[in-house]
């Protein structure tokens, strides 16, 4: 059985910094793609990163590049969004998500598993 645990969110004020994790269990999070989402209240849960499988190619959302980087550690089999420079509009919630396949897909339908979500509050 496949779950994803997000941890590491938090409060931090603007221009801060946060590392999330998604340990995974029921899977190997280098042998396929997965990705990051976040959902602010009153929006839709969007895309913000996602890396691939096997290779391990990323991939962004536009406002966060040269911010946020995705990784993995396969010895510990997590899922990792570092998030620097951090901004008020960041505010959401995050979760990890996993696809049964090695390409990074943009869209919400394309993931097969979610993890519960972890909070993320930027003040100004």
């Known amino acids: 059985q496949v779950q994803l645990v997000e941890s590491g969110g938090g409060l931090v004020q603007a221009e801060g910094s946060l590392r999330l994790s998604c340990a995974a269990s029921?899977?190997?999070?280098?042998?396929?793609?997965m990705a990051w989402f976040r959902q602010a209240p009153g929006k839709e849960r969007e895309f913000v990163a996602g890396?691939?499988?096997?290779?391990?190619?990323?991939a962004y959302v536009d406002s966060v590049k040269g911010r946020f980087t995705i990784s993995r550690s396969n010895a510990k089999n997590t899922l990792y969004l570092q998030m620097n420079v951090l901004k008020p509009d960041d505010t959401a919630v995050y979760y990890c998500?996993?696809?049964?396949?090695?390409?990074?897909?943009?869209?919400?339908?394309?993931?097969?598993?979610w993890g519960q979500g972890t909070q993320v509050t930027v003040s100004s």
């Open positions: 029921g899977m190997t999070v280098s042998n396929i793609a």
């Open positions: 890396i691939s499988g096997i290779v391990g190619s990323t």
């Open positions: 998500a996993s696809r049964r396949g090695l390409s990074i897909m943009e869209p919400i339908e394309a993931y097969d598993y």
